[in-house]
């Protein structure tokens, strides 16, 4: 029969597992002490030799290339490919992730939806926007998207959606990022250039018809000019009788 414990062998036997578990611990924090060592100098060398661990350029631009995908919508040719893209400069035009349905109300004064529709009818052939909505209804989408000129990213590719938005880290506010023909990010600011160079075009517009104005109006100076100088012609000789005549008339007065 086993003998009762006394409280003399309770006590001696948790002093003794307090010093096994204390032992362990003490094991397991000189193990953790020696794995620092190894770590902080991995550490220190992956500092002294980061740029040795970047991604390389060209994988970076095949990554955003392949994050593309090869299929797009369009309300013209309806699904296409990347054909539609190759060797052009791609605006990636991030929608907001509220309100999104005022990107496409023509009633809505928005300067970077007018300044994106005017940068592709100039230079559809070299410049291809890309929408990549947030969070839109399917039914919504496809009436709302009918009416653009561009191309868009299915809505059912949501991961892909997602992937691009990551990786330019789009937050809450549209967004446009211009890429080049080789997947290299111009700019992640791109609503600001397409902006700018709208805004230029209006300008230069707006310039060329003053120009055109001002020519007007120094033609029709210059015929208005000719006109005086043959009617001054046709009366000078008019003018040139009077003036004998008035002298004769004062010479017959005696005056």
């Excluded at 707006?206 to 012609?233: T, Y």
């Amino acid at each position: 029969a086993a003998l009762p414990l006394s409280l003399e062998d309770v006590t001696a036997w948790l002093v003794i597992n307090s010093m096994k578990s204390e032992t362990t611990q003490y094991d397991q924090l000189c193990t953790q002490n020696l794995a620092n060592v190894w770590r902080l100098n991995a550490f220190r060398e992956l500092m002294s030799g980061y740029t040795h661990f970047k991604v390389k350029p060209e994988d970076a631009q095949q990554f955003v290339l392949d994050s593309l995908g090869h299929a797009f919508l369009s309300a013209k040719m309806g699904t296409t490919g990347r054909a539609a893209i190759d060797g052009k400069v791609v605006a990636l035009y991030f929608g907001a992730t509220s309100k999104e349905e005022e990107i496409f109300d023509v009633d809505v004064e928005t300067d970077l939806v007018n300044s994106l529709r005017t940068a592709h009818a100039q230079f559809g052939h070299m410049f291809e926007v890309v929408f990549v909505s947030a969070n839109l209804t399917l039914d919504w989408f496809n009436d709302a998207f009918g009416e653009m000129p561009w191309l868009a990213i299915p809505l059912t590719h949501t991961a892909r959606r997602k992937l691009l938005r990551d990786t330019f880290g789009v937050g809450d506010r549209a967004q446009v990022v211009l890429i080049d023909t080789d997947g290299r990010t111009i700019t992640r600011d791109g609503a600001r250039l397409v902006q700018l160079a709208a805004a230029w075009e209006a300008a230069e517009k707006a310039h060329a018809d003053k120009l055109k104005d001002m020519g007007f109006d120094r033609e029709s100076k210059g015929k208005e000019e000719a006109l005086l100088a043959k009617e001054e012609a046709r009366l000078e000789p008019l003018l040139d009788a009077h003036e004998r005549a008035e002298r004769a008339l004062a010479a017959l007065t005696g005056e």
